[in-house]
């Protein structure tokens, strides 16, 4: 009688918590949709969005031509990568009263934003509403995601379509073996969605095959091997429908991938091995070629790049998974869904550990991890909190405060970084200033956007016009299409420093501190990201302060 009403008691007032926690979730993402909405013109080209632009041109007239133009099938080495993202860009584009560059900008917020609700639905539903609201919030202030959401056309909704997919996995493992019409197509179009991005979706695979090894044994000891392998196959059966059009959304983005059935294994031994000639880049303050970096790579910069708040919850979320897979008290659904989690979090890291593949550009490759690790992270608050439970609410509100201030951290820097969030380092590495002399921040040239609108603004306020019968000439060190699409028509950008009016450099370590006047300087945390020269009249030969590879 008495747990009875014990359980009375609670029902509403922990229902009220749930409700609150939701509601807190939706405001969240309405805050960061509104920032994102704000500010996604800020962000700058990378190296790689005019070719990923051309590409999706590509696509569409082949397309558009019922296939007789198949150029797309052999541009570059982008074929090896699907082209969703890059499609819906240029599609939007047909409508939006945006450049082609802002509608790629704004269209990652979109996926970024989509991104950041499924892995608080992922959170949701394996820990709960709290660690839901948890995981939304590290995600969110995770400045590696949020940066890299902007303006990188690859691995952003590459991280977004896998934890679209794990969100499928999570399901099916808690509805095993019945998987609702729902969780069939989540899983479907997460793989389709996923391996049609890039060929690393095929790693879901062995997160599944591994991840579900507790419930089939569960499965063994209750019904005997000859009815658990018929249950699996059930599901296997089930979820036909599901893959198969996910094979269709993959043939959709990725078309090479089902020209012929060979080539998603071409694809995988083609990114197995380095494809450019190699080059060096800053790791832990010396110069490294990139096919030797070392094992210590990722582990290094992880530790230094993601928010202490995430690193800690990540670790005591690994630690609590650990502890429920050796107990025998857990059910085995759950043990299969944090065994996915974990997976998704780690695998990758430790494969690059060991197979030690060339790594460049800091940890974009890998920002995919990021939301599973946050969904870890929101589950061991949520643990934290429920354990503090027999100390009253003030242990718990403690543990709250403590979170929000951990947020808080890379909150500030975030805000200080604008809109260069994917360089982010945090206290631990000492931000910015600290990091700024030991490894590549921005390496992907984002700063040449304000550096171009700062140099034009320059111009028109000193009334000053290029010489007669020619465009101003601009000499780049660092990528030279987003500084031609910054600059726009009025300018003629090129490598020949000593016919140029102005130098464009990068504040990175392989760009010259030039002799000649500093026009504009863009710097944070008193790092320079970009400075512009005024080299009229001066013989500067290069801007390069180390020969090329």
Known sequence: MSSITTSALETPQRRSIEQYCD???LVSL????????????????????????????????????????????????????GGGFDMVAALLNKVLPLDL???????????????????????RRVGGPIAGLATLCLLALCPTYYGHMFMNPKDAPFAVAMIFLMLGLVRLAQEYPKPSPHTVLI?????????GSRI????????????FIPLFVAEVRAFGVRQAWGRFVHVGYVLLPGLLLGYLVMGLIWPWSIMEASNPFHALTYFSHFFEKPWKEMFDGALVSVPDMPWSYLPTLFALQLPEVLIALLFAGLGGAMVSLA????????????????????????IAMVKRPALYNGIRHFVFVVPPMTVLGGIAFNWIVQSLKDHGRSAQGAAAIVFAFGLLLPLHEMIRLHPYQYTHFNYIAGTVRAA???????????????ASDELQELLDERDEEPPKNRKWKVAVCGPQRPAQVALGQDFTIGWDSKAADFAMTLGEFYCKGLNAPILVEIKRDDVVFAR?????????SDLLSIPPP
């Open 200 to 211: 690393l979706g095929g790693l879901a695979l062995v997160y599944a095959l591994v991840g």
């Open 532 to 540: 512009v020269y005024d080299i009229r009249g001066r013989n500067i």
């Open 101 to 123: 560059f802002e509608t790629r900008r704004l269209l990652g917020a979109v996926v970024g934003v989509i991104g950041l609700a499924v892995s608080w639905r992922v959170g």
């Open 23 to 25: 509601d807190l979730a």
């Open 436 to 450: 700024d002399s030991h490894f590549m921040l921005d390496y992907w040239g984002l700063a040449f956007k304000q």
């Open 187 to 195: 899983v479907g179009l997460g793989a389709g969605l996923s391996i």
């Open 327 to 350: 107990r025998t008290a857990v059910p085995a659904e759950r043990k299969t869904v944090l065994l996915i989690l974990v997976q998704a979090a780690f695998l990758p890291l430790l």
């Open 30 to 81: 309405g805050i960061v949709a509104v920032v994102a909405g704000l500010t996604f013109q800020d962000y700058g080209l990378g190296w790689d969005d005019y070719t990923h632009a051309e590409y999706a041109d590509l696509l569409l007239k082949m397309y558009g031509s019922g296939f007789n133009d198949t150029s797309a099938l052999s541009f570059a080495n982008l074929y090896m990568y």
